[in-house]
C-alpha cells in the first residue's frame, strides 16, 4: 500500500482494500484495470454523483420556500458544483473523493430526516392556524371591549339623566 508521509509518522490510508493514496488520473490511465486501480476511478464519479443528489434532494424539500429569481443560479450551481466535485476527485488522492462522497450522502441523510421531523409546510400550517386563533382571539377580545364600552356608555347617560332629573326636579 501507499503511504503519504505526515510529520514524522506515515498513515496507512487504506480502506477497506482500497488504497485511497491513488490518484484516479494517474494511477487509473497507468494501471487500467489492474492491481486495484479499477475501483479508484469509481471515486470521483460517485463524488459527482452524491454531490448532484445532494443539491437536488436539497431543492426538493425546498421547492416551496425559494426564490424564483435564484433558480437560475441554482440550476448552474447543481450542474458546476457536481462538475467541480468529480474533477478534483480525478485529479487529487481517492481520500478527497471519499471524503466528498461520505459528506454529501450524510447531508443527504440529513436532509431528509430533518424533513420528516420538522416538516417545513406542517410547522407553516401550525404558525398559520396559531396566528388565524390569535386574530380570532384578538376579534372576540375587541367585541367583548365594544360591548363593555357601549354599556359602559348607556350607564353614564343614564346616571346623567338621572342626576339632571333630580336636579330639576328639586
Do not use: C, H
Not at 491513488?22 to 470521483?44: E, S, Y
Not at 476527485?89 to 441523510?109: C, D, P, R
Amino acid at each position: 500500500p501507499k503511504m503519504i508521509e505526515a510529520g514524522i509518522s506515515d498513515i496507512n490510508i487504506n480502506f477497506l482494500g482500497l488504497d485511497l493514496g491513488l490518484i484516479p488520473r494517474n494511477d487509473f490511465l497507468q494501471d487500467g484495470w489492474f492491481r486495484g486501480a479499477f475501483w479508484i476511478i469509481l471515486i470521483p464519479i460517485l463524488a459527482g454523483v452524491t454531490s448532484y443528489l445532494t443539491s437536488w434532494v436539497s431543492q426538493k424539500f425546498s421547492a416551496s420556500m425559494q426564490d424564483p429569481s435564484a433558480q437560475g443560479s441554482m440550476k448552474m450551481m447543481n450542474i458546476m458544483m457536481p462538475l467541480m466535485s468529480a474533477f478534483f476527485s480525478f485529479t487529487m488522492e481517492g481520500v478527497l473523493g471519499f471524503y466528498w462522497i461520505a459528506s454529501n450522502l450524510i447531508a443527504i441523510l440529513q436532509i431528509i430526516l430533518l424533513n420528516k421531523i420538522f416538516n417545513p409546510q406542517k410547522a407553516l400550517a401550525e404558525v398559520e392556524a396559531r396566528v388565524a386563533q390569535l386574530k380570532e382571539g384578538a376579534a372576540q377580545a375587541t367585541a367583548a371591549f365594544e360591548q363593555r364600552l357601549a354599556t359602559a356608555e348607556a350607564a353614564a347617560k343614564k346616571f346623567i339623566e338621572e342626576a339632571r332629573a333630580q336636579r330639576l326636579g328639586k
